[in-house]
């Protein structure tokens, strides 16, 4: 499945145990993340600023950037998110042709899809890959 991991999934998995992280360890190398630049800023950006760690040494996250296809996503036509940060995760989900987003934003998932891809919280994706 081309999956589209949102920043606070991805933090929450390297930096605490449980669901995130089961998803990061267990799942991402059976699937295909989607990953763009404004997504990865926004992940290194946090993990430095909030957590005071450095992305290279993070075994996980250097698993995570070379098992990802990668995107130049263009903005949207027209903002769609409440928040307009969370505009490039939908964005890097189309450029990617992805067929999922997992996040816990509720401003994200608010949307529930957009352009025919599921905007899932993470219990729910991993439902739906236990279903399949």
Known sequence: ????????VVVAGIVAEGLCR??????VPQHTPILSRPLW????????????????????LSLY???????DPP?????????????WVLATAAAGEA?????GDEDLLVLREHQDVLILKPRQF???LQRE
């Open 65 to 71: 950037r070379r098992h990802a296809s990668w995107v």
């Open 99 to 103: 067929e999922a987003i997992v996040t």
């Open 1 to 8: 499945m081309r999956v589209v991991f949102d920043t606070n």
């Open 126 to 128: 991993l439902e739906r």
């Open 22 to 27: 089961e998803i990061l360890e267990k799942h």
């Open 75 to 87: 903005p949207l036509d027209t903002p769609t998110c409440r928040d307009p940060d969370d505009d």
């Open 41 to 60: 800023d926004e992940l290194v950006a946090k993990l430095h600023d909030k957590f005071g760690l450095e992305a290279d040494e993070l075994p996980v």
